[in-house]
């Protein structure tokens, strides 16, 4: 009955989703508070308390047919007139209502300006480690995902490898900083590299080449790292946008795509946009939650809460004996595995119930992806069990 | 810069969003009050006020990271059984939560099962006029829809050729019942007679052909007529439905599929449909509007508006010499065109402010679509300029 393209991803679903299935398993088995699920991106940290005063002051302000209606596919234009303007002030760029259209989140922007953009065997690439639905996202257009292997030195980007790769089918480049999984942050140096390379590469090829700009963790930085806005480096950007994460409000699905005036063709790619959005059947982004936003613009989620996790758990597991980076960004912490086949090593942290997600579900084989958008407690509660698995993996 | 696939969506641009926006524009000159639209299916009767009351009790009583936070894929396990339940309880059928996926509206529900069935070059058929959307949802996935031409007496679907168009390529068959735009309720003589063609040549073509059922007007029915739950009467059958219309909340984008445990393969077309929702970029339908379904499950809008504008549109059209049949659905009046060009008809109307839809845009030519969930006033107050339409083109 499925079809052919359905049936390799019927085959190998999300090893993210099934752990979280797993999780929810073990849970029912043990009790939720000896299972230490790090496996999914699911903020711990609520929503700020603005959120729910907003919704609730919308729905006693704005009228129902209104707040529950459809607008412009694009989405309300006093939020999206907003949104420009927030951005305006905190990034110096000069965006206007025109450059923002709402989506489903930033995975329904990603769907949506690949579908604007991608003829059959066009080319995306994107550098490992990376979100392996993107190359879901790039096969529902029939293009084709170009991995760019990852600098297991600094997980920035590597970009002699990357330049090499680029050929004339390349028709964009997915980026996604604060990085899912390594929390690595890149540096305005490496945006200032990727610009280059793809302001000659397009001359060479003959036509631009568009950098997608995955963004739902831009909010999520510590220690004051800088975050460089990418449109401001590189004029052929489409930030995708979500505020999954920056709110908390995953469920939601509600986000935004950056479509600039400095884009190529421009005008004809929002246009596209905003009919690919209604044509993949999303048709607006949810209304309620597009008013929302709009009160909700200067908010910020507790992201204290996020920084107290990473630096426990980043401590804690350094004295174990384990390696890894110290995440800027995100709330991931992208560990090295003991084992060779970080599979193995997924399994032995099973055994102790801690379940993370293998490098592998990254194109990033020998690490594992640790969640910390979990409670202080789990991790405060999971660190003998982290501690039992380093001794049965001989670091300590 | 764009695709191939995308530009002739641009250059066709949906008349119903072009003339959504040409409403805002008449408007903005001459008074919202001087303007009747009757473009949009843009519910004009509130949600019932126990939705918005769900909505706070809801922000009261369950926590934050979980009304605004990833769930599985198809959604809130508790809120598919309540579904399920309901279901049964209304319509005799036996669901369960294994055959509800939460969508993010039935135009999403529709693209999941589409993207989870076809291979390039199978054909869906549907039934003119019908929502021209599905060609764009069809060729989403590379498919070809084929279409059977309008019974223009009736307004059933023309089974002959139905049977006589059907061949090895067919897939599926979308149905909408109440229709849009007709406003038409297929019988269950239809719906019995489908099932007989549809399990004959399904035997005949070695494959099961598949039944899409679009039900977002399933509540809007008057005078107390049948509307037949299609999963009774044909096996194969899949249920894309929409709270859109039967709670108001077109902008949310909430509805859900229903994969009956008859329908061939059930079990791996559902796991492939979640995985569809997923990589489609939707992930999940709107967590906090799933939240609401659970608690509104029993709730409706105020039927008796729509009824009441139903009844003085169609009666004071007639009597003004135009001709259509009753619409016993929905909220749409298809009217017969007086010109043979409806289009001419429709740049008649214009000239008096009143906005409709040419029939051409749901492959029924020398009709208009009129939308009537708009105020009541809003037919009072464009009862002349129908009478002078209806001067100005010879009726009266």
Same mark, same amino acid.
């Given at each position: 009955m499925i079809s052919e393209k359905m049936k390799p991803l019927v085959q190998n679903n999300s090893a993210?989703r099934i752990?979280?299935?797993?999780?929810?398993?073990?849970?029912?088995? !043990?009790?939720?508070?000896?299972?230490?699920?790090? +496996?999914?991106?699911?903020?711990?940290?609520?929503? #700020?308390?603005?959120?729910?005063?907003?919704?609730?002051?919308?729905?006693?302000?704005?009228?129902?047919?209104? *707040?529950?209606?459809?607008?412009?596919?694009?989405?309300?234009?006093?939020?999206?007139?907003?949104?420009?303007?927030?951005?305006?002030?905190?990034?110096?760029?000069?965006?206007?209502?025109?450059?923002?259209?709402?989506?489903? &989140?930033?995975?329904?922007?990603?769907?949506?300006?690949?579908?604007?953009?991608?003829? #059959? &065997?066009?080319?995306?690439?994107?550098?490992?480690?990376?979100?392996l639905e993107y190359g879901n996202y790039v096969r529902n257009y029939d293009g084709e995902l *170009?991995?760019?292997?990852?600098?297991?030195?600094?997980?920035?980007?590597?970009?002699?490898?990357?330049?090499?790769?680029? $050929?004339?089918?390349?028709?964009?480049?997915?980026?996604?900083?604060?990085?899912?999984?390594?929390?690595? *942050?890149?540096?305005?140096?490496?945006?200032?590299?990727?610009?280059?390379?793809?302001?000659?590469?397009?001359?060479?090829?003959? %036509?631009?080449?568009?950098?997608? =700009?995955?963004?739902?963790?831009?909010? @999520?930085?510590?220690?004051?790292?800088?975050?460089?806005?990418?449109?401001?480096?590189?004029?052929?950007?489409?930030?995708?946008?979500? !505020?999954?994460?920056? /709110?908390?409000?995953?469920?939601?699905?509600?986000?935004?795509?950056?479509?600039?005036?400095?884009?190529?063709?421009?005008?004809?790619?929002?246009?596209?946009?905003?009919?690919?959005?209604?044509?993949?059947?999303?048709?607006?982004?949810? =209304?309620?939650?597009?008013?929302?936003?709009?009160?909700?613009?200067?908010?910020?989620?507790? @992201?204290?809460?996020?920084?107290?996790?990473?630096?426990? /758990?980043?401590? +804690?597991?350094?004295?174990? &004996?384990?390696?890894?980076?110290?995440?800027?960004?995100?709330?991931? @912490?992208?560990?090295?595995? #003991?084992?060779?086949?970080?599979?193995?090593?997924?399994?032995?942290?099973?055994? %102790?119930?801690? @379940?993370?997600?293998? &490098?592998s579900s990254?194109a990033?084989?020998?690490? *594992?992806?640790?969640?910390?958008?979990? +409670?202080?407690?789990?991790?405060?509660? +999971?660190?003998?069990?982290?501690?039992?698995?380093?001794?049965?993996? $001989?670091?300590?």
């Amino acid at each position: 009955m499925i079809s052919e393209k359905m049936k390799p991803l019927v085959q190998n679903n999300s090893a993210i989703r099934i752990m979280f299935e797993e999780g929810k398993r073990l849970a029912s088995i !043990y009790g939720a508070e000896n299972v230490y699920d790090f +496996s999914l991106g699911n903020p711990n940290v609520p929503a #700020p308390e603005a959120v729910n005063q907003a919704i609730i002051d919308i729905l006693n302000e704005e009228a129902s047919t209104f *707040v529950h209606g459809y607008m412009s596919n694009a989405g309300y234009e006093d939020v999206r007139e907003t949104i420009a303007a927030s951005l305006n002030e905190r990034f110096g760029t000069s965006f206007h209502m025109e450059n923002i259209i709402m989506t489903v &989140g930033a995975a329904s922007g990603l769907n949506i300006i690949l579908k604007t953009l991608l003829d #059959p &065997g066009d080319q995306v690439m994107t550098f490992a480690p990376y979100f392996l639905e993107y190359g879901n996202y790039v096969r529902n257009y029939d293009g084709e995902l *170009v991995v760019v292997s990852p600098n297991r030195e600094t997980f920035q980007p590597n970009l002699k490898e990357f330049e090499e790769k680029i $050929g004339p089918k390349t028709k964009a480049v997915i980026i996604n900083s604060p990085n899912n999984p390594t929390g690595v *942050v890149y540096s305005e140096e490496t945006l200032v590299q990727i610009s280059r390379i793809l302001t000659a590469k397009s001359e060479e090829i003959g %036509h631009p080449i568009v950098l997608l =700009s995955d963004e739902p963790y831009r909010e @999520l930085a510590y220690d004051g790292v800088f975050v460089p806005y990418v449109t401001k480096y590189y004029k052929n950007t489409v930030i995708c946008y979500s !505020y999954s994460k920056s /709110l908390s409000l995953p469920g939601e699905r509600i986000g935004y795509l950056v479509i600039p005036d400095e884009l190529e063709d421009a005008k004809a790619v929002t246009a596209a946009a905003v009919i690919a959005n209604r044509v993949i059947g999303c048709v607006n982004a949810p =209304s309620l939650m597009q008013r929302v936003i709009k009160r909700c613009i200067h908010e910020k989620v507790n @992201l204290d809460a996020y920084d107290r996790n990473r630096n426990l /758990l980043y401590h +804690s597991l350094r004295e174990y &004996g384990f390696s890894c980076i110290k995440p800027e960004g995100a709330f991931y @912490l992208f560990l090295k595995s #003991p084992q060779e086949d970080e599979k193995e090593f997924c399994e032995i942290c099973k055994k %102790h119930n801690v @379940l993370v997600v293998p &490098g592998s579900s990254f194109a990033c084989s020998g690490y *594992v992806r640790i969640s910390y958008c979990v +409670s202080y407690e789990q991790i405060q509660r +999971s660190l003998p069990a982290f501690k039992k698995i380093a001794e049965e993996c $001989g670091l300590i």
